[in-house]
């Protein structure tokens, strides 16, 4: 059984630019959330899926971010004109049902905007 | 509103001590689910336990355990006999069973176990 996968692991980019990830679920798993760490603190809530449909997003997630889970398998996570205040690790993690089920989370996307 | 508070940032350890991070939550809810998440330096979280708030039982897994008290909003995680690869950043976290069951962070402990 292989876990959360997160694609790419690493990107730089110049401000103003866009950049997509993409997260790839435990298959079995039909929650989906994203979570965004700067450095020295915890995870924040970004947003999350079930299935395909998006059921809320954090306040944190500004309308130059964009996320979807077409056919309720992998994600994609967007920002269009990235700014230097996005610099942080995009994390992903998967659970298996509805309810606080444990969230199992991948590797990451850390990203720095120059 | 909820909140996880971790007030200790840093703790150093000579190996083969024990060592306990701790961890007070705030939330209205009666029913919530508490976590240990640990973050080694490669930056992937690794799932240690989850606890509801209706199982107060201090749970033991190997070196670890865990102490839940409801009284006093803690749930605190003791490493007994710490170890050099026991070096991590640990995060507490709280899920509500209302709303989006998403993850609520402390800002986590960071242990370093000298060898």
């Known amino acids: 059984d292989t876990g959360v996968s997160q694609d790419p692991r690493h990107k730089i980019t110049k401000r103003g630019q866009n950049v997509t990830f993409r997260c790839d679920p435990i298959s079995e798993h039909n929650r989906l959330y994203w979570y965004r760490q700067t450095l020295g603190q915890g995870p924040e809530f970004l947003t999350y899926f079930q299935n395909e449909a998006q059921l809320e997003k954090s306040r944190l997630l500004s309308d130059r971010f964009s996320a979807e889970r077409p056919k309720g398998s992998f994600s994609t996570l967007e920002i269009q004109r990235t700014e230097q205040g996005d610099s942080a690790m995009y994390l992903c993690a998967s659970s298996l049902r509805e309810g606080p089920e444990t969230q199992y989370f991948g590797p990451g996307t850390r990203l720095l905007v120059l | 509103a909820q909140k996880v508070t971790q007030a200790q940032t840093e703790i150093s350890v000579v190996e083969k001590e024990d060592v306990t991070l701790d961890c007070v939550y705030e939330t209205r809810d009666t029913t919530y689910y508490l976590f240990w998440y640990k973050q080694p330096p490669s930056g992937e979280l690794v799932f240690l336990i989850r606890?509801?708030?209706?199982?107060?039982q201090n749970e033991i897994s190997g070196r670890y355990s865990w102490n839940f008290q409801k009284s006093t909003s803690s749930f605190n995680f003791t490493i007994t006999a710490s170890q050099v690869v026991d070096s991590a950043v640990y995060f507490c976290a709280l899920s509500e069973e209302a709303g989006a069951n998403n993850l609520f962070f402390g800002t986590g402990t960071r242990l370093t176990v000298i060898p």
């Open positions: 606890r509801n708030s209706f199982d107060e």
